[in-house]
């Protein structure tokens, strides 16, 4: 069974009815170990009360959102989002965060230039790294699913993101841990991809959040209609296990997206459905 002290809800999971502050207080009082923010709500309630309500509640930060959204063309709009990540980057290091959860961008409009996009993002990302390493901080490389690749993520899988790794990392020896640089592992973006395991394994001492949710057979959004853990048709504990295997030992984070159906709930029946899914399908 999964050791409850590594359960971590992000708060977008119950964000529709929680706030960030009644998110810090309900997760502490159903016993729940750690907490995934987003800047705009943090932002809302003020960075440094957001970091002390979070002490206080005892909540470790598994992860910070969201960085990246870096393939702009235009040189006003880029410089605004590299400006804006920076800000994410501060946050992050005020909140104790173990990451910054950082994912590409899709395509601007009307841009079909998909290898340009994903060139502007590596760009952006090699310009941030120095900044992210100076705060202490850690920028966590997300892969999201390729259906999604338009609207949010040019960068659609786990082998791509090693690849980039390696690329904004050159010289760092296979299993080298990387200042500043991490992978996170999502259960949802990955799981339907044929060489998972070959890729999690080369991202071995690298992987820096690992999260889960399920992808629902029959969804209906393919960004907001994430299942709860054992509704779908992810092997989720087979996954796990991979990325303990490449040296994860950290927070198991519950990021649930469901504009249908989890997002109607009641927050304190989310948590307590979190919790025991955590136990039975983790």
Known sequence: MPDDRLLSINQVTTRER???EQAIDGYARHGVAGIGTWSDSVRALGLQAAARRIREAGLAVTGHL??????DRDPAVRRTRIDDNRRVIEEA???GARCVVTIAGG???GDRDLAGARARALDGLAELLPVA???GVTLGLEPLHPMITAARSVLPTLELAN????????GAAPGEAVPGLGIVVDVYAVWWDPNLAREIARASGRICAFHVSDWL????????DRGMMGDGVIDIPGIRGMVEAAGWQGMREVEIFSARDWWQRDPDEVVRTVRERYRTAV
């Open 18 to 20: 929680w706030t960030l």
């Open 66 to 71: 969201v960085g990246g959204l870096l393939t």
């Open 93 to 95: 290091a005020e909140l």
């Open 107 to 109: 395509l601007p409009a």
């Open 133 to 135: 390493r100076a705060a």
């Open 163 to 170: 690849d980039w790794f390696e690329a904004l990392a050159p």
């Open 217 to 224: 057979a029959d969804t209906t959004d393919l960004r907001l």
